[in-house]
């Protein structure tokens, strides 16, 4: 019942309707047999049936001839091929805050999608613990990743305009080349806080909605000096920094200044 349905009419689908397989198996019990015992893994794009040989062939018999008289005089009719992410955000789900685990292009494979709104949209990347761009005017496509069985990436329905530098191991510039560790995170207010060290420094990154745009409340322990925050392409972006100061893309902040401090991110012009 749960992963095959009668006639597939019902989402989500997860194997063959019982009217497919008695299109596929019909007058071929050795067949229908062989694919319950040894099921191996017939579409790329879905998991891999496991092995029904423990249910013995005389009950899976049994089943192979219910399955024939349920299905007797209902007409099998192929599925059409789909071109659109099951997941996309639809209705009111699209106004609301959503936190997604998915490839995404130009960031590494460990990171995570963000929407505020369904409209303002960010990239945070676990591998380098910072955030790697901001887009507007949607959310995510993951047709192309879910389409390739995670061999694509998704698209971002949006124009990006804030991207960090690519070349980064992190958001604060360690004078010691240390690399961060991601710790985890969690959810506040439906948006994810993530939390991450470097050496003996602990941090937050708070993902905030403020009036439509995307703030970065960024919390900083045991930081003994001075601290430079990296940034990115602000060409595109008005950038609100509520501490330290700003001097050729890198916000500089004293340790007092970095323990709580917010970027607001804008885009320049009004992206339709």
Same mark, same amino acid.
């Given at each position: ?32 047999? !062989? ?6 893994? !017939? ?36 599925? !059409?091929? @789909? ?23 130009? @960031? ?17 990347? @676990? ?17 192309? /990743? ?38 985890? /995170? ?37 930081? !003994?000096?001075?601290?430079? /925050? ?43």
């Amino acid at each position: 019942m749960v992963c095959h349905q009668l006639e597939n009419k019902v989402e989500p689908i997860v194997g063959p309707s019982l009217v497919e397989i008695s299109h596929i198996y019909k007058d071929n019990l050795k067949g229908y047999l !062989k694919w319950c015992i040894e099921p191996g893994k !017939k579409r790329k794009d879905v998991i891999q049936m496991p092995s029904m040989a423990h249910v013995g062939e005389k009950d899976l018999e049994a089943i192979y001839h219910w399955i024939m008289a349920t299905t007797k005089g209902k007409k099998y009719t192929p599925p !059409k091929e @789909t071109n659109f992410d099951p997941y996309m955000l639809t209705g009111d789900a699209t106004k609301r805050p959503r936190i997604q685990r998915i490839f995404l292009p130009d @960031t590494s494979p460990a990171s995570i999608a963000v929407t505020i709104d369904g409209n303002h949209s960010l990239c945070w990347d @676990t591998v380098s613990c910072r955030l790697r761009y901001i887009w507007i005017g949607g959310f995510i496509d993951g047709f192309p /990743y879910w389409k390739s069985n995670g061999s694509s990436v998704a698209k971002l329905t949006g124009k990006v305009y804030y991207r960090s530098l690519p070349k980064l191991n992190s958001g604060f510039v360690s004078q010691n080349d240390e690399e961060p560790k991601f710790n985890g /995170y969690n959810i506040i207010d439906s948006l994810p806080v993530f939390s991450y060290s470097i050496g003996s420094i602990e941090v937050t990154e708070a993902i905030q909605n403020k009036a439509g745009a995307i703030t970065l409340h960024i919390k900083v322990t045991n930081a !003994k000096s001075e601290l430079k /925050y990296q940034l990115g392409d602000l060409s595109e972006t008005n950038l609100i920094h509520s501490n330290g100061r700003l001097e050729n893309g890198v916000l500089i902040l004293t340790a007092k200044e970095a323990a709580s401090f917010k970027l607001t991110f804008q885009p320049k012009k009004i992206i339709k």
